[in-house]
């Protein structure tokens, strides 16, 4: 029991280190991105100088990046994350907002893509047939050379929610990892043996072979997560979802900095947070 509290706590830590490292690192991207500083409002005729001057020094206050970072951090320090200069609410509200709504696509698409990458792997080891075996891989293959945003345009061509493309993207990585795995298990020696002495497929699979694969299903639970909220982000922004992934496209296109370091921020979180998870679900499963 105490053995893997430290080891828990050296994990929290170097998730909260990399993710404040990702944040900054994404502002500091953004910072140095040409046209930054730059506001479209200035080319406006009808203003005068004062007003294009107050523009100008809405911008000053991130001109220097210590001197950002070291404001973020002791607001951050008081739950303020500060407000969004695109459009001007507090950075906290939004992802309250958006963030939920991500995160039930993302559920709901690991949760497709895992009931379709299971029910297809245990049918081809169960009936042991080079049809159902050719056909995950045919169509496996087919998804993983689909770019992501194809899929999303599908999605929203055809009205699907956007989970349905969350698992779409996931369900060939799931897939074919799953498959080797089961397949590894199936082909041990005990395993043969037991088939030598007339168990049957189902008390096979369910006592022996997915035991003996829990383990490194445990770490792929934890990693389709990762990609599925990677994936979700390019998704909602052309499927027009009001999530995380349509706030941090529009931040872009507006250079909004606060708000384009808080998303990452929070998209490091998730990222390092469910490869974490893995590696702690994969050493417990052993």
Known sequence: MTGWIPKLGKRLFLLAALSLAGGLLGATLLRFAPGYGMDERELDPRLSQAS????????????GLLSFYGTYLARAAHGDFGRSEWLHRPIADLLKERFPITMRSVILGVLTAWAAALLLSLAALF????FLDLAGTLASGFLIALPGAVVALFAMYLRAPVFVAIGVVTFPKIFRYLRNVLNHA?????ILAA?????GQARLLLRHVLPLAAPPIAALLGVSISMAFGAAIPIEALCDSPGIGQLA?????NRD???IMNLTLVVTIVTVAANSAADFLHERAQ
């Open 52 to 63: 294009r001057e107050a523009i100008r020094n809405e911008h000053r206050l991130h001109s």
């Open 127 to 130: 009936f042991r047939g080079w």
């Open 186 to 190: 199936y082909e041990q020696p005990y």
């Open 195 to 199: 088939r030598a002495r007339g168990i």
């Open 249 to 253: 496209w529009l931040a872009a296109l």
């Open 257 to 259: 900095l606060p708000l």
